[in-house]
């Protein structure tokens, strides 16, 4: 059965803390993602990786940034947090296979800054 | 900008009908559609894809359209029933250039018993 797993469901962190979401995916995918989920927004990308030590920016990387030092594990870092980070965080890994890919998701982190 | 849109925050239907979800897309080289389910405190997960070499794909009681010339889809889910109550994203890939997904801002759909 597909397994995407992040460290914390829920987190609470104060304006300027360096924070650490893990997430770590069984399933031998090649890729990996973190999004940002706030009302009325949808899902937004922060950053993927095709591979290890490889990563891209999304749409809304400021003030994140990413590590991929094993194939299995994300992992996203807030630097200094700020209270425009609250939100929900999601990772996700997929993989090619056919004519077909689909991203399959851990079940999110809920971020407060306060 | 929103490369993909959903219209509709909210829908409610009967246990029994039909629910239809929409979405529209910008960019054309978009041809790789997914639609995904999540409920309240849980990752979203996958309910059903179209390539843009078909214009249907149905899978038990859901069904999704795509008419590109709109840069339209929409998924059909029939008969509702009170467990679909959550939110549905879309979501959009040109594959060409890898498996980034772009996604519509969600619809809340409510099926009342």
């Known amino acids: 059965d597909v397994k995407v797993t992040q460290s914390s469901r829920y987190l609470v962190k104060r304006t300027g803390e360096k924070v650490f979401l893990e997430c770590v995916q069984d399933?031998?995918?090649?890729?990996m993602f973190w999004y940002r989920q706030d009302p009325g927004l949808g899902l937004r990308l922060i950053y993927f990786s095709y591979d290890v030590k490889m990563k891209e920016k999304g749409d809304i990387p400021e003030g994140y940034s990413v590590s991929r030092e094993k194939k299995e594990r994300f992992s996203l870092i807030l630097e200094s947090a700020s209270t425009n980070q609250t939100s929900m965080y999601l990772c996700a890994s997929s993989t090619y296979s056919g004519d077909s890919y689909e991203q399959y998701f851990g079940p999110g982190t809920r971020l407060t800054v306060t | 900008d929103q490369q993909v849109k959903q219209n509709s925050p909210s829908l409610s239907v009967q246990e029994g009908r039909i629910s239809i979800l929409n979405c529209d897309y910008t960019?054309?080289?978009?041809?790789?559609f997914l639609w995904y389910k999540k409920y309240p405190a849980e990752g979203p997960t996958f309910l059903i894809s179209?390539?843009?070499?078909?214009d249907k794909n149905e899978d038990g009681r859901f069904t999704v359209f795509l008419n590109k010339s709109a840069k339209h889809l929409s998924l059909h889910i029939v008969p509702s029933q009170p467990g679909d109550s959550a939110v549905y994203f879309c979501a959009a890939s040109p594959r060409a250039t890898g498996n980034q997904f772009y996604f519509g801002t969600g619809t809340s759909l409510t099926v009342i018993p």
């Open positions: 960019n054309s080289m978009f041809d790789y």
């Open positions: 399933m031998d995918h090649e890729n």
């Open positions: 179209i390539s843009s070499i078909k």
